[in-house]
């Protein structure tokens, strides 16, 4: 099989605002992992971050603009993501991140600091009104924490919780799911170490810690997880850079992943332009840095693992690209193996 034929498809999100190309569909080659360009669509400004629906056939998109909105996609033809109706607003500011979870569709809006929900029709589109629930609090990095900043929202294994991530009050939000098909409830709030900034955060897969990966000091914050009382504990705290190596302000990171085997994770610097290696321990309580290594562009917004654990995705805003590289199972190393361009890349996800 070539690399245009059939077979997986990953959808590249961009800002449009920066010379982007919207929602790029690429063909991967299942031997070598690489990316050929097939479609773009531009159908909705700004699509920064981008997530498959919980079924087969769906694409949602943020548009992170100042009058917030997401938009669906039917993916019929998955080479050409078609829209599902209008973009619906989210009753929030610059939603950065979305997920779908309890019949809901789930957004962070990092402007207005809230989150927004909104339920899920059976033909995969949205219906609104949005249920919108705020943030409140600030933190002690004024240019960054004047209030809230939600930037993630993710559902736990269990899928009884949603946890929202917020930079702007040094905080994990936690919401229990109604699969009732109602928003979610607020349940609680983890404060991190003031002026951490936390931007992110993924589940190690036995699905007892958690971390959150901090764009303000350049850390990760490991978390011990209740499913249970849906309650968050910090733990360890881990740089994301070698010692001596980027000044506070200099480095931003942006995501992290987890190996399915749970042996590592690999962080995205912005600013030092890297990819972190961490060795997780055996049950996931704490991990150790292992080296960095240039994330082949600048400006790291996003990584993605391939659906088979072994090639790494970065899409590089600032020198607009995409690039990959093949995983050393052994020592975790990413080894550079391809990029293509891809103007203002904001993400990477597989379809």
Not at 65 to 72: F, I, K, M, P, S
Not at 257 to 276: L, P, T
């Amino acid at each position: 099989m070539d690399g245009t034929g059939g077979g997986r498809r990953a959808y590249i999100g961009s800002f449009t605002s920066a010379g982007g190309r919207g929602v790029t569909t690429a063909a991967v080659d299942p031997g070598t992992g690489a990316l050929t360009v097939l479609h773009h669509t531009d159908a909705v400004p700004d699509p920064s971050y981008l997530v498959p629906g919980p079924g087969a056939g769906m694409l949602y998109a943020v548009s992170e603009t100042e009058d917030g909105r997401v938009a669906a996609f039917s993916l019929a033809d998955p080479d050409r993501p078609a829209p599902v109706g209008a973009p619906v607003p989210v009753g929030g500011s610059g939603p950065t991140h979305l997920t779908c979870a309890a019949g809901q569709l789930i957004t962070a809006n990092y402007t207005s600091g809230s989150i927004s929900s909104l339920r899920l029709r059976p033909d995969g589109g949205l219906s609104g009104p949005p249920t919108v629930l705020p943030h409140h609090g600030g933190g002690p990095v004024r240019d960054r924490q004047e209030g809230p900043h939600a930037h993630a929202v993710v559902a736990d294994p269990s899928w009884r919780w949603l946890l929202a991530v917020d930079l702007g009050t040094d905080s994990v939000w936690t919401y229990r799911l109604d699969h009732a098909g109602a928003a979610p409830r607020p349940h609680g709030q983890t404060p991190l170490r003031p002026g951490s900034g936390p931007r992110h955060l993924v589940f190690h897969p036995r699905g007892e810690w958690l971390y959150v990966i901090n764009e303000l000091d350049s850390t990760v914050t490991c978390c011990r997880w209740d499913r249970a009382s849906g309650a968050l504990e910090p733990a360890a705290t881990v740089r994301t850079l070698p010692d001596g190596a980027g000044a506070a302000g200099e480095n931003h990171p942006s995501e992290l992943v987890v190996s399915a085997d749970g042996r590592w994770a690999w962080a995205a610097n912005r600013g030092h332009d890297s990819i972190a290696v961490l060795a997780l321990e055996p049950h996931g309580a704490d991990m150790e840095l292992v080296t960095t290594v240039p994330c082949g562009g600048h400006w790291p917004r996003d990584l993605a693992l391939d659906p088979a654990g072994r090639r790494l995705y970065a899409a590089n805003e600032r020198s607009g690209d995409v690039t990959w590289f093949d995983l050393d199972p052994a020592t975790g190393t990413p080894h550079p193996a391809g990029s293509i361009e891809a103007p203002a890349a904001t993400c990477v996800v597989f379809g």
